[in-house]
């Protein structure tokens, strides 16, 4: 075991610490690991945010895991009537209020048609 | 005997003590440097010569014990640190930057300023400095050659000579001559001798016994990681000192030669090298011969190996086995014309470090292990222990990892690697380098039985004596060309250095 | 058998002087520092939602790690040659768009097309473009001596790219790519079994499947035992007669195919391909090999190891998602998470010193 010092190869072949300095960098990077962790776990909720597409503001809203939506205010914009929310840009996948459950934050889309 | 006693103890390390998880490394090691003279450390690898040097330059720390230099005590941290004190190491491997040139290397870290206000790097100081110092010692390089164009031993000498320019006042010299030429190994000592007479103190490792009896005034022998003895080098013999260092009498370095030479079996015819100096080279090598190759460093030794086997690209020449012709484009090719190779570089061609005895045992003969497409676990394993029992090794299991083993049993297996593939032809280079004695003679044992069993042995070797001893001929190279073929049982040493300096 | 090992072992501790007890019990604690971070964590998560502890949660983490798997498998060969792959995500995101294009009722890529052609056909076509791009990674890492790292930045660049352009072919412009088949979706995420109500997608087989090949590439071929070989050190390989270009070269496709694999699957999984589907993925495929001990000083690695690393990450990031912790903060988490991991497998095969 004396004589086991064979350069090592990959990604670490030019390393060049001291067991003791790696240790500290473990259990400093495990400290903030688990500071990152505790925080947030502390900020605990998702953000869901509404883009109107050119209608009136609405009011974004903190979800937890698995809640529904409260239905937000309808927005409004002229010369259009309001279509529903949707979850992607292209206004594909339409969120109903009432049933899908909120699990990561997110941006929900208006869309509009033509009275 | 009290002429020496008067020079003063420059460095002492008392008791040193280091343990690694479940091994004791050092066990109460003792060893005293006086001024003036070149201290050797002997021991077979693994005995803990390493460790305990690695202990006083604070790359280890030491479990307990005292280290006194000039009567103070002291505990390096760091290498630096020692270098700063007076205590700088010539290392076996060279750490240097190889594009940068010589005097760069030689002020690394501690670059001369131009004034004490003036933080600028002095060039003009650097080379005065340099070269002061390469006259002192006699060395002829020109401080501005960048590093990587200069041949090994002189890129040692730069390495010296940067020891001698931190003005140390001991020196360790980690097996200096293993790269060096008879005449630079004569540079060397030169050098040595004239540091002596300066009045600092010389740690000399080496394996080459012959080195230190001429040039050490005391040796320390090591065992199994504790102190065996201290002697002045003029009370010992060789034999005294491989007894001392295996534990028991070796009365025969050699083993008894009873290989028969049979019919020509490999041909070489005018090889030429299309990337090295290697040129027209041609040889018949026999049925159950050893054949030596012996040359000096840059001889093309190992070149005349690497383009036999197809490892390196050649130009020309032709390569017959039993009069077929054979091509030999790579080293998948060779193998299946059952050639092997045992490469000089153990540790960046020969083993794979992290993986287990079986991993390197099996590696160039897997396909013979299969059932149906897959591979045997049971055949596997049969294979290694073969390889583990014919060869010896001293291994805990076949799934110790092979960079735990030491030097000798590092090369049982790369041997026995290469016998699970049935060569024919073996191609050997250096097989005993950094190997300890007890460990050379069964590789010399192995070398002769498989010459016994008619294959042909073709070895590269630095030691001559090994040569003398094991060969049935020897080829003589020298820069490039082949110099002349001697009979291994009456030929001198003079004979083959005269024919390897034929055309340097 | 190895109840008398971990006695022996128990016996041995005994015998240590204190010292060498503080360091082992260091060692211990410092070489599973991350195994005990997580496992802390989600114990508190299930403490904190009890939900978590819950069939449905547990078959959702599983059905996750089968998700992630095969990539990872992939990714982990090329961690053992020593290199890196990170064209995995955009390869994944390629082939899910490939297989959602073809394998679909809406036909907006190629609108001349009537009926989606058989399965198999583009699974196939899917596994053919992930072997490609793996042999071009491989090829310029084996052949130009490249780094990998370099090798897979530049395919990933070319790759989304491809993705961008395939995406505004026909009518699609660039849009997400839904309305797949009922055969495609189906075949990946019908139901293989249920457990008390709660259904196991077939996925799920398929990744178990896969490991099981996997293993036995690694552990019961020549290949497997050559790229072990490589990866530890290539220059012996090559003495020892592997041939370490073609070695290189099927450990890159292998990894390319193993990522068309996981595309195929998550177009169907997700029910959905856009451009950025898989983006991250070789990431998360990185730090599960890492946690399981497949080690970037190469030659070293279990598949056992790679599952285990997938599955520790999917539940710490499932528990996590739980509790409603932002999106942003798990990138730190999981930044932090490979630093650690990579920490300490430096510090498992430094030298003492």
Known sequence: MSETERPLRGLYGRVNISVKALNGIIIGLSVLLIACLAFGMANRGYDVTFNTMGGTAVESQKRMYGEVLEPPAEPTREGYAFDGWYADEGLTIPWDLETDTVSQSMTLYAGWKAP | MENQEKKDVLLKMEGICKSFPGVKALDNVSLTVRA???????????????????????????????????????????????????????????????????????????????????????????????????????????????????????????????????????????????????????????????????????????????????????????????????????????????????????????????????????????????????????????????????????????????????????????????????????????????????????????????????????????????????????????????????????????????????????????????????????LLDEPTRGIDVGAKYEIYQLILNLAKEGKTVLMVSSEMPELLGVCDRILVMSGGRLAGEVDARNTTQEEIMTLAAKYV | MSDNKTAGKAQEFKALSSKDKMRKVSDLLLNNAMYIIIVLAVIYISIEEPAFRKLPSIINVISLTAAKLPIALGIAGCIVLTGTDISAGRVVGLTACISASLLTTVFKVFPEMTSAPPILVVFLMVLAVGAVVGFVNGFSVAKFKLHPFIVTLSTQLIVYGLILIYLKNGTNNGQTLSGLSDGYRALVTGTLFTIQGVAVPRYVLYAVILTVIMWIIWNKTTFGKNMFAVGSNEEAANVSGVNVSRTIIMVFMLAGVMYAITGFLDGARIASANANTGLNYECDAIAACVIGGVSFVGGIGRISGIVVGVLLLQIIFAGLNFLSVDANMLYVIKGLIILIACAIDMRKYLVRK
């Open chain 2, 36 to 426: 003036g003279t070149v201290h050797a450390l002997m021991g077979e690898n693994g005995a803990g010569k390493s460790t305990l040097m690695k202990c006083l330059f604070g790359v280890y720390s030491k479990d307990s014990g005292h280290i006194y230099l000039e009567g103070k005590e002291i505990n390096f941290k760091t290498s630096k640190e020692a270098l700063e004190n007076g205590v700088a190491m010539v290392h076996q491997e060279l750490n240097q930057a190889l594009k940068r040139n010589v005097m760069d290397n030689m002020w690394l870290g501690r670059f001369p300023k131009i004034s004490k206000w003036c933080p600028l790097t002095s060039e003009s100081k650097m080379y005065a400095a340099t070269k002061a110092v390469f006259d002192e010692l006699e060395v002829q390089v020109d401080p501005k050659t960048v590093m990587s164009r200069m041949p090994v031993s002189q890129r040692q000498m730069v390495e010296i000579a940067k020891a001698v320019s931190f003005h140390s006042k001991v020196i360790v010299f980690d097996e200096p001559t293993s790269s060096l030429t008879e005449e630079e190994v004569e540079h060397l000592f030169r050098i040595i001798n004239m540091l002596r007479d300066r009045g600092c103190g010389i740690i000399y490792i080496s394996h080459k016994m012959e080195e230190i009896l001429r040039i050490s005034d005391d040796v320390t022998i090591m065992r199994d990681g504790q102190w065996v003895a201290t002697r002045p080098a003029k009370e010992l013999t060789m034999n005294e000192i491989i007894r001392l260092m295996v534990g028991r009498e070796l009365t025969n370095r050699y083993p008894e030669k009873d290989n028969v030479v049979g019919e020509p079996l490999l041909e070489v015819k005018g090889l030429t090298a299309a990337y090295s100096a290697l040129r027209d080279v041609s040889f018949v090598a026999k049925k159950g011969e050893v054949l030596g190759i012996a040359g000096l460093d840059g001889s093309g030794r190992t070149e005349l190996l690497e383009n036999i086997f197809g490892i390196a690209t050649r130009k020309e020449g032709e390569i017959y086995l039993e009069g077929k012709r054979v091509m030999n484009r790579n080293a998948r090719e060779s193998l299946a014309n059952r050639f092997a190779m045992l490469t000089e570089e153990r540790r960046a061609t020969g083993i794979f470090g992290i993986r287990d005895i079986q991993a390197n045992t099996t590696i160039s003969s897997l396909r013979r292990y299969k059932v149906g497409p897959f591979l045997s676990n049971k055949k596997l394993s049969e294979a290694t222990e073969w390889g583990i029992r014919s060869m010896r090794t001293k291994t805990p299991s076949q799934r110790t990892q092979i960079r735990s083993l030491s030097g000798g049993n590092q090369q049982k297996v790369i041997l026995a690697r290469w016998l699970l593939t049935e060569p024919e032809v073996l």
